[in-house]
């Protein structure tokens, strides 16, 4: 079965301390993306990329880091600069730049204690 | 900068009962939109999509949407909702020239009650 796997599920680390997110799609899909979801505000994005080795910041890069190394790897830090890193986190893909829907991972609830 | 409103931010329905979500969205060109619909516990899910022509959009479990675009809106409708359509519901846009980001709102939390 095709699709994108974020771990893990839930996920708990100490102020200070950075933490990477993992998103793999085995869709093929040529860009990725990575949104920060919290109540009442929607999804907001974080970063994307388009192809390997090239990705952008989205609203609300700062504190933020990615990397896509790999076609089908979009991991995401969140690092100890992050002022509010307690979130749920979702990575999506899609064919190329023609955004004809996006596929959702399950995402990661990070809490920072 | 391109925004998504969504005004309803919790809607409590009793089955049956017609549903209709707003949505509008700041952005003076060509632009897709898009619902997506998030179960408890569940992925986010495509609801629905336009691009072009007709106006009005049949998505799955009998949901539909219209575009106007002189009102910049694209409204969720359902004739008769079910207790299975609690749910979060998001409406998205996006550019078709230039980058391709989906921009969403802030989500419509629809409890239906048996």
């Known amino acids: 079965d095709g699709g994108i796997t974020q771990s893990p599920k839930y996920l708990f680390r100490k102020e200070g301390q950075n933490v990477t997110l993992s998103c793999e799609q085995n869709?093929?899909?040529?860009?990725m993306y990575w949104y920060r979801q919290d109540p009442g505000q929607g999804l907001r994005l974080i970063y994307y990329?388009?192809?390997?080795?090239?990705?952008q910041k989205g609203d609300i890069a700062e504190g933020y880091s990615v990397s896509r190394e790999k076609k089908e790897s979009f991991p995401l830090t969140v690092t100890s600069a992050q002022k509010n890193p307690t979130a749920f986190y979702l990575c999506?893909?899609?064919?190329?730049?023609?955004?004809?829907?996006?596929?959702f991972g399950s995402g990661t609830r990070l809490t920072v204690v | 900068a391109q925004s998504v409103s969504q005004h309803n931010h919790h809607v409590i329905l009793s089955e049956a009962a017609s549903l209709e979500l707003g949505c509008n969205y700041s952005?003076?060109?060509?632009?897709?939109l898009f619902w997506y619909v998030q179960y408890p516990g569940q992925h986010l899910q495509l609801l629905l999509k336009?691009?072009?022509?007709?106006?009005l959009v049949k998505g799955i479990k009998g949901f539909e949407a219209e575009f106007i675009k002189s009102k910049f809106s694209f409204n969720l409708r359902k004739p008769s909702v079910q207790w299975s359509d609690t749910a979060e519901y998001f409406c998205?846009?996006?550019?078709?020239?230039?980058?391709?980001?989906?921009?969403f709102g802030t989500g419509t939390r629809l409890t239906v009650i048996p």
């Open positions: 999506a893909s899609s064919i190329g730049r023609r955004v004809d829907g996006y596929t």
């Open positions: 869709l093929n899909h040529d860009a």
């Open positions: 990329s388009q192809i390997v080795n090239d990705f």
């Open positions: 952005y003076g060109g060509t632009v897709n």
């Open positions: 336009y691009f072009s022509g007709d106006p």
């Open positions: 998205a846009v996006t550019m078709q020239t230039g980058a391709n980001n989906l921009f």
